[in-house]
């Protein structure tokens, strides 16, 4: 079985910084994809940042400056600068890639709450 396994979240006030972690837990998968996700109270999940195929990253213009996705191996990284209210939310992160060989799968971790306090 593989699974990602997230940490880091937390409370923070406005202008300070978090970074998220995430690892893949189990054996022989191959990342493909990697992507952060957020979901606020009473919104729909949206993507945050993602590198597709060891490219480079691509951000959403909420974050663009602030924020930086990052990978080491079997782990992901979200490092969050500046932070504002609107920021708050349950942080999800993503990986798609292949496992034993022949299946592809889409892997979510169990998500983690960040609040950035005004």
């Known amino acids: 079985q593989v699974q990602l396994v997230e940490s880091g979240g937390g409370l923070v006030q406005a202008g300070g910084s978090l970074t998220l972690s995430c690892e893949v837990s189990?054996?022989?998968?191959?990342?493909?994809?990697i992507a952060w996700y957020r979901q606020a109270p009473g919104k729909q999940r949206e993507l945050v940042a993602g590198?597709?195929?060891?490219?480079s990253a691509n951000y959403a213009d909420f974050v663009k400056g602030r924020f930086t996705i990052s990978r080491d191996s079997a782990k992901m990284y979200l490092q969050m600068n500046s932070l504002k209210p609107e920021d708050t939310a349950v942080y999800y992160c993503?990986?798609?890639?292949?496992?034993?060989?022949?299946?592809?799968?889409?892997?979510w971790g169990q998500g983690t709450l960040v609040t950035v306090s005004s």
């Open positions: 993503n990986a798609d890639g292949w496992w034993m060989g022949d299946r592809y799968l889409k892997l």
């Open positions: 189990g054996d022989r998968f191959s990342i493909s994809d």
């Open positions: 590198i597709i195929r060891g490219g």
